[in-house]
């Protein structure tokens, strides 16, 4: 067992956050952690990772762990400073090794070159993949003037970087695009230590994770298998709770009125039937599940379009980022934005919104359309104002669906307890900071959205909950969004940034993706069967003497793994592997999918290091 926790116990204030949580994670496995805005997942992780000290119960640990938190602290100056220091156990490890072999120490070098062996010997190239793909900011950049997004990629490059044998991710996807996602769904995938995740990104909880833990109500739950299993397992178990807790609440009742009814005890059976009352009246009643409407309709009827993008070009000081973008809006229509990070998607936004001219086209509004806005940095609300003000804005009452509504019971709508209204809005977590805003978003009465990355910072329920509201709102939504899940379920339109200022519609993301596929060029079979030439050592080559090495060896590997995938796939197309049960079929498509990945990975290696000959 990597790590094992029991019965941790931590309160802030009078507010008890776990109350006798266990948690166990064994070498190579990787858990999402699940539960509810302010459940204590993040809690729970600072705790195992050391970084927070429970009240009660033991953690312990077999090695240190690497945590990426919400609001992560950066060290150094520069980015430069930050990645060198999540790489210093690999400059000791090589220090190490030096002087294991100047003191002729053989047994502790050996042991030392294979540590080396297995992680590698040259870390920059390492460091400056990690940094590509997560696009973390030029390492000369100041660490005090990077944006949140930026911060947040350069701690999840610095995570990945440390390679730790248990590694804790508190929300890893905020801030990057999909095809970032994409590829750290994949490194996840193959990473060799443990990983826990806590994330609301579906489709990467189905693909990494062996196993789900729920915190609930200040303990944890755990369900085996994928996130899909979790949640028909979970809805199974809730509803054998209820039914008990429905049995326990009317023999409370029956037993309470008996009492009542009854003379003072005085039999041994009385006196037993009593004790046990008692009992049933201190027994923890089941957690009830908090959950809120959001209905976001206003009647709003248009037969025409509502919002024309006529040839529109847009960017800053001469310098376009996208061009004649032809878009028409219809009620109705929720329409996904999607693209990388920095490629035009909020300057989009910025012009439908009349905030910034185009540099080309126009913007069609409909007259009675009325815009709507929730930006990715949740602006908008004042954070001096408390919460009843910044729902009320400053008024005791509010109109809803042309009801007059008091705040506090509004408030209460959007889950919001009593004992908050008077809490500023700057202390809020971001969960509920995007509650608030989903409510102010009730109120306006917009029939056109504008969301900016709206699942950011959202547990599952409020995600589901907001999923359902924009199915149902018959007014139109633009949603810049790398939710996968998101896009999938909700949009009926996928406007993609593709680059060099091409902006492309689609009818789904899975059109998009293979529009995108199609245009990559693709390698023949002949250049991936072509032997590798022999080729004297030289330092002009680009390659180094290890780097060499590996591309003499690389057509040898990718033919073992050629026959590993082609035996593979005979097995699952054996009629009599499926009659053994599912754990067999499970574990061949795991095989097949992490050879498949292996190989790509491969090719992908291959040509890199042809390119630099």
Same mark, same amino acid.
């Given at each position: ?8 116990e931590?309160s ?7 109350r ?9 496995e990787?858990?999402g952690?699940?539960?509810?805005n ?15 000290e ?29 990645? =060198?220091? &999540?790489? !210093? ?6 220090? #190490?090794?030096?002087?294991? $072999?100047a003191?002729? /120490? ?8 294979d540590?080396?062996?297995d992680?590698?010997?040259?870390f ?19 660490v ?5 997004g ?6 999840l ?18 801030h990057l695009?999909?095809e970032t996602?994409e ?7 193959g ?9 609301h ?5 189905e693909?990494?994770?062996d ?12 369900? =085996?298998? &994928?996130? !899909? ?6 809805? #199974?178990?809730?509803?054998? $709770?209820?039914?008990? /807790? ?21 039999s ?6 009593l004790?046990r009352?008692?009992?049933?009246r201190?027994?923890r ?7 809120f409407?959001?209905?976001?309709r ?10 024309e993008?006529?040839?529109?070009s ?6 376009p980022?996208?061009?004649?973008v032809?878009?028409?809006?219809h009620?109705?229509?929720r329409?996904?934005?999607v ?33 709507a806005?929730?930006?990715?940095a949740?602006?908008g $609300?004042?954070p ?20 007059s ?15 908050q ?6 202390t ?6 995007m ?5 102010r978003?009730?109120l306006?009465g917009?029939?056109?959205l504008l969301l900016d ?35 999938d ?6 406007l ?11 009818a ?5 993706i293979?529009a995108?596929?199609?245009?990559i060029?693709v ?11 022999q ?22 590997r ?10 593979l796939?005979?097995?699952l ?9 599912g754990?067999?079929?499970a574990?061949a498509?795991?095989?097949l ?8 990975a491969?090719?992908?290696?291959w ?7």
């Amino acid at each position: 067992m990597m790590l094992q926790a029991q019965e941790i116990e931590v309160s802030f204030g009078d507010s008890r956050v776990l109350r006798g949580a266990d948690f166990q994670v064994s070498a190579g496995e990787c858990v999402g952690l699940v539960g509810r805005n302010g459940s204590g997942k993040s809690t729970l992780l600072k705790v195992l990772a050391g970084a927070l000290e429970a009240d009660r119960g033991t953690v312990r640990r077999q090695t240190a762990a690497g945590l990426l938190e919400q609001l992560p602290e950066l060290p150094g100056n520069t980015v430069q400073d930050a990645l =060198d220091d &999540s790489i !210093a156990w690999h400059t000791q490890l090589m220090l #190490d090794y030096e002087e294991a $072999l100047a003191a002729d /120490e053989i047994d502790e070098a050996m042991r030392l070159q294979d540590r080396l062996d297995d992680v590698g010997w040259e870390f920059g190239h390492r460091v400056d993949g990690v940094c590509e793909r997560l696009k973390v900011p030029a390492r000369e950049a100041e660490v005090s003037v990077l944006s949140g997004g930026e911060g947040r990629r350069l701690a999840l490059a610095r995570a990945l970087l440390s390679t730790p044998d248990l590694l804790l991710l508190d929300e890893p996807t905020n801030h990057l695009d999909a095809e970032t996602i994409e590829w750290l769904q994949g490194f996840l995938s193959g990473y060799r230590g443990a990983v826990v995740l806590v994330t609301h990104d579906r489709y990467l909880l189905e693909a990494v994770a062996d196993r789900i833990v729920e915190v609930e109500d200040g303990l944890t739950i755990s369900y =085996d298998g &994928s996130y !899909a299993d979790y949640l028909l397992a979970r809805a #199974d178990r809730r509803s054998r $709770l209820e039914k008990a /807790e429905a049995s326990r609440v009317s023999t409370l009742a029956r037993e309470a009125a008996w009492a009542c009814r009854s003379p003072a005890a005085r039999s041994t059976r009385q006196k037993a039937r009593l004790k046990r009352l008692e009992q049933l009246r201190e027994e923890r009643p089941l957690f009830r599940e908090q959950t809120f409407e959001l209905d976001l309709r206003t009647g709003f009827k248009a037969g025409k379009s509502i919002l024309e993008l006529d040839n529109l070009s847009g960017g800053y000081a001469g310098n376009p980022l996208f061009s004649g973008v032809m878009l028409s809006v219809h009620a109705g229509d929720r329409v996904a934005i999607v693209g990388p990070n920095g490629i035009g998607k909020s300057t989009l936004f910025r012009l439908i919104q009349r905030e910034i001219e185009p540099m080309a086209g126009h913007v069609h509004r409909a007259p009675r359309v009325k815009l709507a806005t929730i930006d990715q940095a949740r602006t908008g $609300l004042d954070p001096t104002d408390s919460l009843f003000e910044a729902a009320g804005g400053g008024a005791s009452h509010v109109e809803v669906a042309g009801h007059s509504v008091h705040v506090a019971g509004f408030l209460k709508r959007f889950l919001f307890r009593r004992e908050q209204l008077d809490q500023p809005v700057s202390t809020v977590s971001g969960g509920e900071r995007m509650r608030l805003l989903l409510a102010r978003l009730l109120l306006g009465g917009a029939n056109v959205l504008l969301l900016d990355e709206p699942t950011n910072d959202l547990d599952l329920m409020t995600l589901r909950v907001l999923e359902e509201a924009l199915i149902a709102f018959d007014g139109a939504s633009l949603i810049i969004s790398h939710d996968r899940a998101l896009v999938d379920r909700v949009c009926n339109v996928v406007l993609a940034f593709e680059g060099g200022g091409q902006v492309t519609r689609y009818a789904s993301r899975l059109q998009a993706i293979r529009a995108h596929e199609r245009s990559i060029p693709v390698v023949s079979e002949a250049k991936k069967a072509a032997p590798v030439a022999q080729k004297a050592p030289s330092n002009q080559d680009g390659l180094s003497w290890k780097e060499r090495k590996e591309l003499e060896e690389l057509p040898a590997r990718l033919e073992g793994m050629e026959a590993q995938r082609k035996a593979l796939e005979e097995t699952l197309s054996d009629p009599l592997l499926y009659k053994g049960g599912g754990d067999e079929v499970a574990a061949a498509t795991r095989s097949l999918k992490e050879v498949q990945d292996a190989l790509a990975a491969g090719y992908a290696r291959w040509e890199e290091l042809e390119s630099r000959q």
